[in-house]
């Protein structure tokens, strides 16, 4: 009888115990500084002399302004926030400032500059056994504010950016008749880096982003990711040959098609900082194209009424003529009357892009009521990225790294600067699929479109939306988690409006007004095909139905993921699979 107790003491001692862990792991709501569950100073001195990186405290890339606006320091720092690459530099930056009533960057409580695949390990199995609420930031560009988040862990990856070609990368696990030219690029790389790896170094191409401060390894591609050219060569996530992930257990695994395939799928469409965090990613390379071109101009119609039927012509132009692989990049539909133009070609030299634009020419030639001025510039294929090329023949489109510790050849299109630590009053996008621009529904389209054109700047980025690609790039793309509705969509409609003010009140009348205005407009345009969805990556803060939206039918096969992989939720960040599951911020479950 004796013995008898003695084993059910310890049995019961042996189920409290894992009781207590699981209601850690379980727990309701994470920790915070203020309690005290919240690791010690000892502990975390402790955990700092683990890693090989660092662990740091983030500050505000204006903290010296808070002190003392007027002082020069804050002037200094007031100058460098326009810099992306200075942006990405510190821990408690992020490119974006926030969003009106969604968030506001906030610095995380630490940061782990993390300086390799195990100091990644280290830091999910402390926030972990910690029950700590943990970022994951590389270049921080993400407009929803996912890579930012007070009271928390920051796994900070930027300083992780190897690089490395390989004629003929086989997957782990695989054939070796599966091999394919590739590059390799680590956690913090950006697109800028792992584009001087495959075409300056190489004369390769990998399908990245136009931005060349975004990374390649985080929220772009793992979200799906649309370049110039994707209706030639696909999305950032269908190049994804493989990826090295540290899940939530601390493993480190490999996933590609061969093994771990579920996680493979996941990683390749269905959002970043959801199922691990990645330490690298290798890409697939494409022979580089022949030509590469840039078509910039704007059409002017005199009136309201010439610019509706400008509209019309445009769009049947639009689908006829550049809904195609050889075509990628933007035109904007803007309230006074303008359409504003800059396109990308690839495979066609310059007669033959000419080619393509000469019915529009010819039609507005005929018609006084219009006015097209553009030009085409040829740009050598190896060149593309290249800064010292662009600074000698077209300085015009951009802006060189000129901040502390910049490297040779570093700068960013001079068109992209007004987004760098911009104020966002409102970012949506919906796709519009090819059918919409065809004869039958051609009228009401451009009738929607010239309505919604009235309330704001409607911009088609026709490279995000699948429809008219090659055989190659829809293969590829739908073995991926991306939502299939994207290969029914000629375009991506985008619509924006923020600030670059930095201490004003943000809340006017104003920027409600703009608020009201797009969230009208993207009506009208939603109301074109209610069910085409969006890009997960520029998508709108408070889309309703988000999982739909984002992922459609793949949704649910994400979400059985997610739980496989995170079945406690360690990983969260707003509008990623799973967190429905959490309260807003990620701090609490539901």
């Known amino acids: 009888m004796k013995l008898f107790k003695i084993f059910s003491i310890a049995l019961l001692s042996i189920i409290f115990a894992e009781a207590n862990i699981t209601q850690a792991n379980n727990s309701i709501c994470r920790c915070t500084p203020d309690q005290a569950c919240w690791p010690n100073l000892k502990e975390w001195q402790e955990f700092s002399k683990s890693l090989t990186g660092k662990l740091v405290v983030p500050e505000s890339p204006i903290e010296t302004c808070k002190k003392d606006i007027d002082s020069e320091t804050c002037k200094a720092d007031l100058a460098k926030v326009k810099n992306p690459f200075y942006m990405q530099s510190k821990p408690g930056n992020t490119e974006s400032q926030g969003w009106l009533r969604a968030?506001?960057?906030?610095?995380?409580?630490?940061?782990?500059?993390?300086?390799?695949?195990?100091?990644?390990?280290?830091?999910?199995?402390?926030?972990?056994?910690?029950?700590?609420?943990?970022?994951?930031?590389?270049?921080?560009?993400?407009?929803?504010?996912?890579?930012?988040?007070?009271?928390?862990?920051?796994?900070?990856?930027?300083?992780?950016?190897?690089?490395?070609?390989?004629?003929?990368?086989?997957?782990?696990?695989?054939?070796?008749?599966?091999?394919?030219?590739?590059?390799?690029?680590?956690?913090?790389?950006?697109?800028?880096?792992?584009?001087?790896?495959?075409?300056?170094?190489?004369?390769?191409?990998?399908?990245?982003?136009?931005?060349?401060?975004?990374?390649?390894?985080?929220?772009?591609?793992?979200?799906?990711?649309?370049?110039?050219?994707?209706?030639?060569?696909?999305?950032?996530?269908?190049?994804?040959?493989?990826?090295?992930v540290v899940t939530a257990n601390g493993k480190v695994v490999v996933a590609n098609k061969c093994q771990n395939p579920d996680l493979f799928y996941a990683i390749r469409g269905g959002g970043a900082g959801t199922y691990g965090v990645v330490s690298n990613l290798t890409l697939l390379a494409h022979p580089l194209p022949k030509y590469f071109?840039?078509?910039?101009?704007?059409?002017?119609?005199?009136?309201?009424?010439?610019?509706?039927?400008?509209?019309?012509?445009?769009?049947?132009?639009?689908?006829k003529n550049l809904n195609n692989q050889n075509w990628g990049e933007q035109f904007k539909f803007m309230p006074n009357n303008t359409i504003e133009i800059f396109m990308t070609s690839q495979g066609i030299d310059e007669k033959q892009a000419k080619?393509?634009?000469?019915?529009?020419?010819?039609?507005?030639?005929?018609?006084?009521?219009?006015?097209?001025?553009?030009?085409?510039i040829n740009v050598p294929p190896k060149d593309i990225w290249n800064y010292d090329y662009w600074e000698k023949?077209?300085?015009?489109?951009?802006?060189?790294?000129?901040?502390?510790?910049?490297?040779?050849?570093e700068y960013w299109w001079s068109g992209n600067t007004g987004e760098v630590y911009n104020y966002w009053y409102t970012y949506q996008s919906w796709w519009l699929p090819e059918k919409v621009f065809e004869k039958d529904d051609l009228d009401n389209t451009a009738k929607t479109i010239y309505d919604a054109s009235r309330l704001t700047t409607v911009a088609f980025h026709i490279n995000k939306g699948l429809a008219g690609a090659s055989e190659d790039a829809i293969t590829r793309g739908k073995e991926t988690s991306t939502n299939p509705t994207v290969y029914d969509a000629a375009t991506l409609v985008l619509m924006s409006a923020g600030t670059n003010d930095i201490f004003g009140d943000r809340n006017t009348p104003k920027a409600q007004k703009q608020v009201q205005d797009i969230n009208k407009a993207m009506s009208m345009i939603k109301s074109l095909a209610p069910n085409a969805g969006t890009y997960v990556n520029e998508a709108d803060y408070f889309e309703p139905n988000w999982q739909q939206a984002?992922?459609?039918?793949?949704?649910?096969?994400?979400?059985?993921?997610?739980?496989?992989?995170?079945?406690?939720?360690?990983?969260?960040?707003?509008h990623c699979v799973g967190s429905e599951s959490w309260q807003e911020g990620g701090m609490c479950r539901k």
């Open 103 to 244: 968030w506001d960057a906030k610095q995380s409580t630490y940061a782990v500059e993390v300086a390799n695949t195990q100091d990644i390990v280290k830091s999910i199995n402390y926030a972990r056994n910690h029950n700590l609420r943990v970022v994951i930031k590389g270049a921080g560009h993400d407009y929803l504010g996912r890579s930012n988040a007070p009271d928390s862990l920051l796994i900070w990856t930027h300083n992780m950016r190897d690089t490395s070609y390989n004629e003929n990368f086989v997957p782990e696990g695989c054939d070796s008749s599966q091999g394919n030219p590739a590059v390799t690029v680590s956690a913090g790389t950006r697109w800028l880096e792992a584009y001087t790896e495959a075409t300056t170094k190489h004369n390769m191409y990998v399908q990245g982003g136009g931005c060349t401060t975004v990374g390649a390894a985080g929220g772009f591609p793992q979200g799906g990711g649309f370049g110039s050219w994707s209706k030639e060569f696909g999305t950032g996530a269908a190049g994804i040959l493989q990826a090295t």
């Open 293 to 319: 071109g840039v078509l910039q101009g704007k059409i002017t119609a005199k009136d309201d009424k010439s610019y509706q039927a400008l509209i019309k012509h445009f769009l049947a132009f639009f689908e």
């Open 355 to 376: 080619e393509t634009w000469k019915p529009l020419v010819k039609w507005i030639d005929a018609n006084e009521d219009y006015k097209f001025d553009y030009k085409y």
């Open 393 to 409: 023949n077209h300085p015009e489109f951009v802006t060189k790294n000129e901040g502390t510790n910049a490297r040779p050849g």
């Open 550 to 574: 984002f992922w459609g039918e793949n949704y649910s096969k994400l979400l059985q993921i997610k739980q496989k992989y995170d079945p406690n939720g360690l990983f969260y960040c707003h």
